[in-house]
């Protein structure tokens, strides 16, 4: 799909629909046409402009549009990033359901907009374009058609300005919608092989180095953790490394995705609705590989490693037992309290091995890792775990621009006692139930060494049941935004 910003003489151009964003107590547009189609509207007492208001107004005369969709957007002082993304990702998904193929969309005055112009202009088209995406491959029929193009509605000058920005904000949500994708596949689809398959496949055209370390070569390099999460499964493990790399980078960052293509609980099963959605707890995996793939078609001036570790927690006589212990890749020992703690396993040898390897000065990882932090933050907010002020810091301001919401919690030392094993090093499993979203980042932290670190929990975020104004129901996407955004301010 293509994004432009474009000017046009309303009385000419012929158009399928033009919505115009309108807010219920200040005027957002200069021409004068639309701004006679909103008194019109006011009026008549139709419509007001409140907050996901809308109505059509059709064949209006000295406009060329077929149709006219006023969007309401509320108070004028409460207008931000995330209300100009809803909106226009709930046009785009209204045009669809009518069969459109173009949209245009009336870019409010650049100061008008109660935000910095570009950023106005960021949040429509991501809105837009986010909106734009349906996951629908296993869909045989009613397949929906997405729109094919979108313009945003502007002056000559203001178009020439920020002209440049379509094609950003196009390259990072395509990052999104990629990640969604993979999410969104069941797992008899991605298979830790066939997932594997998929992300080197991708990153080699996008012109990543990329490394797919199998399992003998895991059993060589000792990488204990991962292995025996992967013991259950008929299917084989792998870490992908992938690099993108520029020359005169200042910095090297180590992104690291938690990528378990299904998580039954392995022998420690999970019991009634909680195995339904765990295809996606590879949703780590998933924006990682995204990120990586999108630093390099935007260029990204800093060096990235994704590291992906890709198993599939299963049960079998193969499987790793409750009370069995392993040798990690750091040489530590862990006593498997619990089976379906397995994200913690494959990310601290992952961890490790990056670390080790290649050396980077900062280290983020994400994963869909406890339950525990769904419960404290709910399904919408990730949790960010870091003993670096600047770098947490960093993520949460990332998180409020991109509204992929971040909330830090705490990595208490006492706590550490939860994790000790009467056998073993450390224990996978906590003593406790209680402030299990921390002792996870805990048992992570075991791991990092010295590295600067920060941990995110995004097992609420990562998947949704039910659609909103800008996805579609299944992966978010959750991330790869965010990740995007942080990298600039590293
Ligand atoms: N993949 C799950 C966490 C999860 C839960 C993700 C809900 C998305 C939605 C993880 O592997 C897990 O099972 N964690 C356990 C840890 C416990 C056994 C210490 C949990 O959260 O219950
Ligand atoms: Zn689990
Ligand atoms: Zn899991």
Request: with cysteine; hydrophobic share 40%.
């Amino acid at each position: 799909m293509m994004l432009h910003l474009k000017s046009a003489d309303l009385k000419k151009q012929k158009m399928d629909i033009l919505t115009v964003p309108v807010c219920e107590d200040k005027d957002l547009h200069e021409d004068p046409l639309i701004k006679e189609v909103i008194d019109k509207a006011l009026k008549l007492d139709e419509f007001s402009g409140k907050k996901d208001e809308s109505v059509i107004l059709y064949d209006l005369p000295h406009i060329m549009a077929r149709r006219v969709m006023l969007a309401g957007l509320g108070k004028y002082e409460k207008l931000n990033r995330e209300t100009l993304r809803k909106m226009a990702g709930r046009t785009v998904k209204s045009c669809i359901a009518k069969e459109f193929a173009t949209l245009w969309i009336a870019l409010p005055a650049a100061d008008r907009m109660n935000l910095e112009p570009s950023a106005g202009v960021v949040a429509l088209l991501e809105g837009a374009y986010l909106g734009n995406h349906i996951f629908q491959k296993y869909r045989g029929d009613k397949k929906k058609k997405p729109l094919k193009q979108i313009n945003l509605l502007t002056s000559r000058q203001t178009a020439g300005k920020f002209k440049h920005l379509c094609s950003k904000v196009a390259t990072i949500c395509e990052g999104t919608q990629l990640a969604r994708e993979w999410i969104s596949t069941p797992a008899n689809d991605k298979t830790p092989e066939k997932f594997a398959r998929s992300i080197a496949g991708l990153a080699r055209k996008e012109r990543l180095k990329v490394q797919v370390i199998n399992e003998a070569q895991l059993k060589q390099r000792k990488l204990g953790a991962l292995l025996a999460v992967a013991a259950g499964s008929q299917s084989k493990p792998s870490l992908v490394i992938l690099e993108h790399k520029v020359p005169g980078a200042k910095k090297t960052v180590a992104l690291v995705g938690k990528g378990v293509t299904f998580d039954s609980g392995g022998l420690n099963i999970k019991t009634g609705g909680y195995m339904a959605d765990m295809k996606s707890d590879m949703s780590g995996a998933a924006a990682v590989a995204a990120t990586l793939v999108t630093a390099s078609r935007l260029k990204q001036k800093i060096n990235l490693i994704g590291a992906i570790p890709i198993v599939e927690n299963m049960l079998s006589g193969q499987a790793t037992r409750p009370g069995d212990i392993i040798k990690s890749y750091t040489g530590k020992t862990v006593e498997i309290g619990n089976t379906d703690a397995e994200g913690r396993l494959i990310l601290a040898d992952a961890m490790a091995y990056a670390i080790k390897k290649y050396k980077p000065q900062i280290t983020i990882d994400l994963a869909t890792l406890t339950g525990a932090c769904v419960i404290a933050l709910g399904d919408h907010i990730a949790g960010v775990f870091s003993d670096d002020d600047e770098l947490a810091g960093a993520i949460t301001a990332a998180g409020e621009i991109t509204h992929e919401r971040c909330w830090r919690l705490p990595l208490p030392e006492d706590y550490k006692e939860l994790l000790k094993s009467d056998f073993a090093d450390i224990n996978n499993m906590p003593s406790s139930r209680y402030g299990g979203a921390i002792t996870a980042a805990l048992f992570l932290a075991e791991f990092v060494d010295k590295t600067r670190w920060a941990h995110i929990d995004i097992a609420g975020p990562a998947y949704i049941k039910k659609d909103n104004a800008y996805c579609g129901p299944g992966g978010t996407g959750f991330g790869v935004r965010l990740l995007m955004e942080v990298l600039e301010r590293i």
